[in-house]
């Protein structure tokens, strides 16, 4: 009896190991999956810098620095620039700070003029799916069975069955399918989507208005994304020619301030109310 029990315990003991080794191994497959995100990084005036990532060198002296696979969370970054001056070249450190990086995303980021690291757009690793919109049932336009002996005609507007003829006072049922479009508060996700990937392939900021003008002008567009597109441009006058392009065409202009933290300087800010309410604004 002693024996079988000794061999009991042992069983006992080599299933909880097994069950050990094996939540060991489970969280070292879920340890192997990363929320990782790429950043593109470039200076505000496409001058050759290199990178500290959490105080690993990242690359040579270049005027672009891609970095892949970096986990979601708080990293510090420390920028070296490089001057070139009558044949001698010195390297400063113009920025050296945390950055927070969300997880899953495409960033691209500047070192503006005044060494500030600042993420110009974020665009989601996780595919766009577009919604689908199917037709509802509606009581507006449909032809029912009229019970009067003749055909029953639709409701018209957004009211209920329709009615039947003179003949016999019937009703159809008047159900039909109304063709309602999406609504959305400026350019459709989708579309907005396709422009802003559109824009950041583009190498100059002209080739990028020419984009930015092309599509607003055809779908119009919200304040909000107004911003955003002016965040994806690098230099000042293209942001204030964007938003000054834009406001015709803006659904929501009560709320067309919003386009004013996307200057870095207050004179840009002036230009466009200037240009909205005139010289004596």
């Keep these: 009896m002693i024996e079988n029990h000794t061999v009991k315990s042992q069983i006992t003991g080599g299933h909880a190991m097994k069950k050990l080794l094996l939540s060991f191994a489970l969280m070292l497959f879920a340890a192997s999956f990363s929320f990782a995100s790429d950043i593109s990084l470039k200076m505000y005036d496409n001058s050759t810098f290199s990178v500290k990532l959490d105080g690993k060198l990242v690359n040579g002296y270049a005027t672009a620095c891609s970095i892949i696979n970096i986990a979601g969370g708080v990293h510090h970054f420390e920028i070296y620039?490089?001057?070139?001056?009558?044949?001698?070249?010195?390297?400063?450190?113009?920025?050296?700070?945390?950055?927070?990086?969300?997880?899953?995303?495409?960033?691209?980021?500047?070192?503006?003029?005044?060494?500030?690291?600042?993420?110009?757009?974020?665009?989601?690793?996780?595919?766009?799916?577009?919604?689908?919109?199917?037709?509802?049932?509606?009581?507006?336009?449909?032809?029912?069975?009229?019970?009067?002996?003749?055909?029953?005609?639709?409701?018209?507007?957004?009211?209920?069955?329709?009615?039947?003829?003179?003949?016999?006072?019937?009703?159809?049922?008047?159900?039909?399918?109304?063709?309602?479009?999406?609504?959305?508060?400026?350019?459709?996700?989708?579309?907005?989507?396709?422009?802003?990937?559109?824009?950041?392939?583009?190498?100059?900021?002209?080739?990028?208005?020419?984009?930015?003008?092309?599509?607003?002008?055809?779908?119009?567009?919200?304040?909000?994304?107004?911003?955003?597109l002016m965040n994806i441009l690098a230099f000042e006058s293209s942001k204030l020619d964007l938003a000054k392009f834009a406001y015709p065409f803006c659904v929501d202009k009560q709320n067309y301030f919003v386009v004013n933290s996307g200057f870095t300087f207050s004179s840009s800010i002036d230009g466009l109310c200037r240009f909205l309410y005139g010289d004596d604004f």
């Design 81 to 228: 620039k490089q001057y070139f001056s009558f044949g001698s070249t010195s390297v400063v450190k113009v920025f050296d700070g945390m950055v927070t990086i969300s997880d899953l995303m495409d960033i691209k980021a500047m070192i503006t003029m005044n060494n500030k690291f600042k993420i110009i757009s974020q665009t989601s690793q996780v595919a766009y799916t577009p919604p689908v919109y199917n037709p509802a049932p509606s009581y507006n336009g449909g032809y029912g069975a009229s019970y009067g002996g003749q055909q029953g005609h639709g409701g018209y507007g957004n009211h209920g069955g329709g009615h039947g003829g003179n003949a016999g006072n019937g009703y159809g049922s008047g159900y039909g399918y109304s063709n309602y479009a999406p609504a959305y508060s400026g350019m459709s996700p989708y579309t907005f989507g396709t422009l802003k990937s559109m824009m950041e392939d583009a190498t100059f900021d002209s080739s990028q208005l020419k984009i930015a003008k092309q599509a607003i002008s055809a779908s119009g567009v919200s304040s909000a994304q107004v911003l955003e």
